[in-house]
């Protein structure tokens, strides 16, 4: 590590990110602060608000990382699959998500637990981020062009919401003890089921 005021701004951004994705690696983000960043990396507390304008949009960025990362990770489980039926392709992006929150808990954690002040409102780069996950979502459902937007978002969300629900208690080791099931078992079984209601709804 460089001296204290050796680095730019663009490269002191990284250097904070990257500490703080180290951090979680092992540990949950509760376990570090403002202070505790500044003083990991070298650097007055000071000049970590000058860069990220608060602890809040520092913790932003790196979910932004965060799910850039997640939907990199989605891509490659896709890869390969254009042969696949839509069912099984939504099925590998619920399975990824599954395998991307057991291998990063603490990151993939962060994401949901974070919130922003009520003075300060999410920025466009981080809703076009979440946006562009529930769209590649959308690719797979059944719709026939008839359905509002509000439709399909509530659509969507509620298959993510499930998604969601059994990975968190996957991870948490909460799901039924000695049932003989697993995550991967839910979620296919999940999505199989809401693929099937969805086309008889149509």
């Not at 993510?160 to 839910?186: C, E, P, Y």
């Amino acid at each position: 590590m460089g001296r204290r005021g050796m680095h730019s701004k663009e490269e002191f951004r990284e250097l904070s990110l990257a500490a703080m994705e180290a951090h979680l690696v092992e540990h949950d983000a509760s376990m570090m602060s403002l202070r505790k960043l500044a003083k990991a990396i070298g650097y007055a507390p000071g000049m970590v608000l000058s860069v990220f304008k608060s602890y809040a949009l520092f913790l932003l960025e790196v979910n932004a990382r965060t799910l850039d990362a997640m939907t990199l990770f989605i891509d490659e489980a896709l890869s390969g699959s254009e042969h696949l039926p839509k069912s099984t392709r939504l099925c590998l992006i619920a399975e990824a998500y599954l395998s991307f929150a057991e291998h990063h808990p603490h990151r993939w954690r962060l994401v949901f637990e974070h919130k922003m002040p009520d003075s300060e409102t999410l920025p466009d780069w981080m809703q076009k981020r979440i946006d562009g996950l529930f769209l590649k979502l959308s690719e797979y459902l059944a719709f026939d062009g008839k359905e509002t937007d509000e439709d399909r978002e509530k659509v969507i969300k509620t298959l993510w919401a499930s998604v969601h629900g059994i990975t968190l208690l996957s991870i948490d080791d909460k799901l039924f003890v000695n049932s003989g099931m697993d995550g991967r078992v839910m979620i296919q079984s999940l999505v199989e089921n809401f693929m099937s209601g969805n086309e008889k709804g149509r």
